[in-house]
């Protein structure tokens, strides 16, 4: 199998030409590669069980609407009742869905923010250091070269 695959590559190098690049680098992407297209074929056949998630609440927008038959004496009970959406608006707690989504975009951001760093002569520094200057000289980050 290993054979198989790394012949498959060397002809592909050859035929792309694509000698230049690192064979390691380019096994790191091929396993990537396949790592992504196992996960999404385990998700696609085993999506997992639906979460409670109502899509659109017309039902209830409709029959919250007064009519022209309604009295004034109902109107108030109308509008005291609270929808979901509110109630779900006044939920302080956080699930750890969120939690995670929040943590993707932030490693994601950091990771971009170290490589360009590490290969642009540290351009982020010197990018806050000319946005913010008073929170640079706080932060002791004034010495920077421009």
Excluded at 53 to 69: F, H, L, Q, T
């Amino acid at each position: 199998m290993h054979r198989v695959v790394s012949n498959f590559i060397n002809e592909a190098l050859v035929k792309f030409s694509l000698q230049e690049f690192d064979k390691d680098a380019i096994w790191a992407v091929v396993i990537g590669i396949v790592l992504g297209l196992v996960v999404l074929s385990i998700l696609a056949a085993f999506p997992g069980e639906p979460l409670d998630i109502v899509y659109g609440e017309s039902s209830e927008k409709e029959n919250m609407r007064p009519s022209a038959a309604v009295n004034d004496e109902k109107i108030p009970n109308l509008h005291g009742t609270k929808s979901s959406q509110s109630q779900m608006e006044n939920n302080e707690s956080i699930s750890i869905f969120q939690i995670l989504n929040i943590l993707v975009y932030l490693f994601l951001f950091l990771g971009i923010m170290y490589f360009l760093n590490r290969d642009y002569d540290n351009i982020a520094t010197k990018w806050f250091v000319r946005t913010f200057p008073s929170e640079a000289a706080t932060l002791g980050l004034h010495h920077v070269e421009l």
